[in-house]
């Protein structure tokens, strides 16, 4: 039989053919910036048609959302500022919109490719081997060989400095790819790239490029200072800070020896050392200086030195015919162009890049994060002395190699992180609310394995929590309505939690957290996000006009989470199941499992009751959307009726909530002899299994856990025909069901089964096995860590859905 073989997407294909181009790019300078723009363009194209925009939209959003994203971003819109008030608008706008254009796109292109990263990586490894190879044979041999017209006409004048000088500027972070690209090799190959990358430096010499060597030394002695912090060896310690040193000096005759030779200019005294620095950037930076405070704000405008009063005349008078198309120095350029607010982001952000490529370093080792860190310290160093901050070739290049280099950092942590835990965070109000209804599910995952961390507002369960092995955060969830400043609070505390511990999944437990986090998530560009609507409490049953513009609010976000496919839903109810497709979610973002579970064993039915009066048990937060006004005009009723029955409310009032009752209004229902109020109470199960009948006369719900506990200690239930309740309570079965807000009913459905012995046991031995069959937390909780993990294929989902559907 023949077999068949599978074939490669072209999708794939194309996106091989993108990640090559973007590796080869940045050696393509050798023959131009065209042929790097040419490049990149090609690349571009092929990544559009064939890449996963929405994976590469949500990784550009949590790059964003970082301190350097941020002040990234605070300076573009401070260079628009300068451009748009420039001395040449038309210059210093198009050069904005070019660097911006830039950024954006190799960024993207980056996020595109990231899938074939190795492939790009590679490229650039061959293509700099080939050209390296080039140039020295040229400088060995015949150095016209790298120039097409030199070979063409024998009475050219070819400077080969001049023709090595801007390839030199790619080879600086071509020569600390290649050390790094040796580290990563296995085999014989790594010798090669080192040896490649020893090669550069007769090319960088033969270039003169200072500000090349200056690059080089700055990234040297930027590892070697993190080594220090890294090496607990005092000896090797001092090695490593002799060994920079020695680079330092031999840096510095090497400096000396070009730019001592170096002509002065006619009238100017240098005030630095001539060995050190050349006399003509001594007269720019000076001429700079000079000009700095005639727009001390926003500056002359971007890419606008050529135009400052006087410029002609010191270019002229120069045998430099370029001075002072640019300071040769980014902060006297910026401070010069962008003015005091150019410098108030642009240095912290250089501040900042130093700082987090330190942690890098420290954090995951020199291997992992040693070759951005230098790179950003070449890009900086070689700055203060050379190139254009608007350069863009040079912009080009660093962004180019920097990309590269981002994404071997970023697989080489994601190939560790292979072996570390799965990282869930559960989103709730209250840490008693979490041991209340998910502590569970939180015990689960920690079973499976995963570092389960838990946010909300920490009290006195947090401790035992922590002993369990939970990692509590406390999080000011807002409570009591969405506030704007409550909730903006809430939802940065929740985006910053977010991004520093970056979970494989969110749970985000009952309609405001799913409100917040999910809003939090979105900004910083969460993996996964499961919301649990475990009801839509008090904002979807209240009439009150406030409540109404919350709810229509509410609705909308919850239409534009529908719309983002890293959102799922979990509803406990074919009610809510039903509304949220109305909302716009579909159905493979979306199952209904119905309730937390219960624990069987810690909820049991108790032997044969003979104790007097009769008990019905309430177990609910003291809110009036549990029904709670409807139950105490039922008690009324019953006392009417000479019905002799303790009513037993198990509950704490909440002043948080609007829709709470007051202490006062429990103590006078207690005072009249109505009911009898326990508050919060941790023994639920004793309680449970000494009362006759549940109770639960409530608006709406997603399903009540006290009426599955109540269920799972055998005993029958009385509750209001509305969403969650009907999903625990059969009407007939193993409870009775009653109209919403009919008291009279309500104290109708008691008192029938509270005087019909053999019906309510019949009904709570019922309502018992439906709990063991359908409801106990093995089987909900293995239906819900399947759609939180993704297993969406599972037979336990499936029957979720078949339930909704049904």
């Known amino acids: 039989m023949q077999q068949t073989v599978s074939t490669r997407h072209w999708r794939d294909t194309m996106l091989g053919i993108a990640a090559i181009l973007f590796g080869i790019s940045a050696p393509l300078f050798f023959f131009g910036r065209a042929a790097l723009g040419i490049g990149l363009g090609l690349s571009l194209i092929c990544a559009v048609v064939s890449a996963d925009h929405g994976e590469a939209w949500r990784k550009m959003r949590r790059d964003i959302a970082t301190p350097i994203g941020g002040l990234v971003v605070a300076a573009l819109i401070v260079f628009l500022i300068s451009a748009s008030f420039s001395v040449v608008p038309e210059k210093s706008l198009g050069t904005w919109l070019g660097r911006f254009a830039m950024v954006a796109g190799i960024w993207y292109l980056m996020r595109l490719i990231e899938p074939k ?150 009238g100017f005294e240098p005030y630095l050392p001539i060995w050190l620095v050349d006399v003509h950037r001594q007269m720019i930076w000076q001429f700079t200086f000079s000009h700095v405070f005639d727009h001390p704000l926003i500056g002359y405008g971007i890419n606008a030195a050529p135009w400052v009063p006087g410029a002609n005349e010191l270019a002229g008078s120069s045998t430099q015919s370029v001075l002072p198309g640019h300071p040769h120095s980014w902060f006297m350029e910026i401070w010069l162009e962008a003015g005091a607010l150019g410098l108030a982001v642009v240095v912290p952000l250089v501040l900042m890049i130093g700082l987090t490529g330190f942690k890098d370093v420290r954090h995951n080792g020199i291997v992992k994060g040693g070759l951005t860190l ?179 609010i509410v609705s909308l976000l919850l239409r534009f989470y529908a719309l983002c496919p890293s959102i799922r839903v979990i509803v406990q109810n074919a009610d809510d199941y039903a509304l949220m497709k109305r909302l716009g979610y579909k159905e493979r973002c979306l199952a209904l499992i119905r309730g937390s579970g219960v624990d069987i064993s810690a909820f049991s039915p108790a032997g044969e009751k003979t104790s007097e009066p009769k008990s019905a048990i309430f177990v609910a937060r003291m809110l009036w959307s549990k029904g709670l006004g409807e139950l105490i005009e039922a008690a009324r009723i019953l006392k009417s009726r000479k019905r002799d029955y303790r009513l037993v409310l198990v509950g704490d009032v909440d002043p948080a909530n609007p829709d709470s009752a007051s202490k006062q209004d429990l103590q006078s ?138």
């Not at 608007?390 to 190699?401: A, D, E, H, I, N």
């Not at 106990?776 to 993704?790: E, P, R, W």
């Open 669 to 806: 229902w207690q005072s009249e002899g109505l009911v009898e109020w326990l508050g919060k109470r941790s023994d639920i199960g004793k309680l449970l299994r000494e009362s006759d009948l549940a109770v639960l006369p409530s608006w709406r719900e997603g399903l009540p856990k006290s009426l599955l506990e109540a269920a799972a200690s055998g005993l029958a239930m009385v509750a209001t025909d509305v969403p969650g309740c009907r999903e625990i309570v059969r009407h007939g079965e193993n409870g009775v069901l009653v109209p919403l807000r009919d008291s009279t009913a309500l104290a109708g459905a008691i008192e029938e089964l509270m005087e019909d012995d053999t019906r309510r046991k019949a009904y709570g031995k019922a309502a018992r096995e439906l709990v063991e069959r359908d409801l106990c937390d093995s089987v909900i909780i293995a239906q819900t860590l399947a759609f939180v993990t993704g297993d969406e294929a599972t037979e336990a989902n499936h029957s979720a859905k078949a339930t909704a559907t049904a």
């Open 117 to 266: 990263a190795k492939l790009a990586w590679d490229a650039c490894i061959y293509a700099t081997w080939i050209l390296v190879s080039y140039c020295l044979l040229a400088i060995l041999v015949q150095p016209e060989v790298l120039s097409l017209k030199a070979l063409r006409e024998p009475d050219f004048d070819f400077d080969i400095t001049r023709r090595l000088k801007p390839v030199g500027s790619f080879l600086i972070f071509g020569a600390m790819i290649l050390v790094f690209d040796a580290v990563d090799r296995k085999n014989a190959s790594r010798f090669f790239s080192l040896a490649i990358a020893v090669a550069i430096v007769p090319i960088l010499e033969v270039s003169h490029g200072r500000a090349n060597v200056a690059a080089m030394l700055a990234a040297c002695g930027a590892i070697g200072f993190c080594a220090v912090f890294l090496i607990r060896s005092r000896l090797v310690q001092v090695a490593i800070a002799a060994a920079i040193g020695i680079l330092v000096v031999i840096a510095l005759s090497w400096l000396g020896d070009v730019t001592g030779n170096m002509s002065d200019l006619r």
């Open 374 to 552: 230098m790179m950003m310290a070449s890009y900086w160093f070689a700055g203060l002395f050379n190139y254009s901050f608007w350069t863009s070739w040079w912009f080009g290049v660093v962004m180019l190699t920097f990309t590269l280099a981002f994404l071997r950092r970023e697989r080489l942590l994601v190939k560790d992180a292979t072996v570390k835990r799965r990282k869930t965070l559960i989103v709730c109000a209250e840490d008693w609310s979490f041991v209340s209804h998910r502590i569970v599910l939180g015990r689960a995952a920690l079973v499976r394995g995963d570092d389960v961390v838990v946010a909300c507002n920490t009290a006195a369960a947090t401790e035992g929590l922590r002993k369990e092995g939970f990692r509590l955060v406390h999080v000011p969830i807002a409570r009591g309505g969405l506030s704007p400043l409550k909730s903006l609070k809430t939802i940065t505390a929740l985006a910053c939690l977010i991004r520093r511990e970056n979970p494989d999944v969110i749970v985000n437990v009952a309609i405001q957290c799913v409100v917040l986090s999910s809003f939090a998530g979105i900004l910083v560009g969460a993996k996964r996000s499961v919301n649990m609507v475990t009801g839509l409490g008090f904002l979807f049953v209240s009439d009150g006009a406030k409540t109404k513009i919350l709810r229509q």
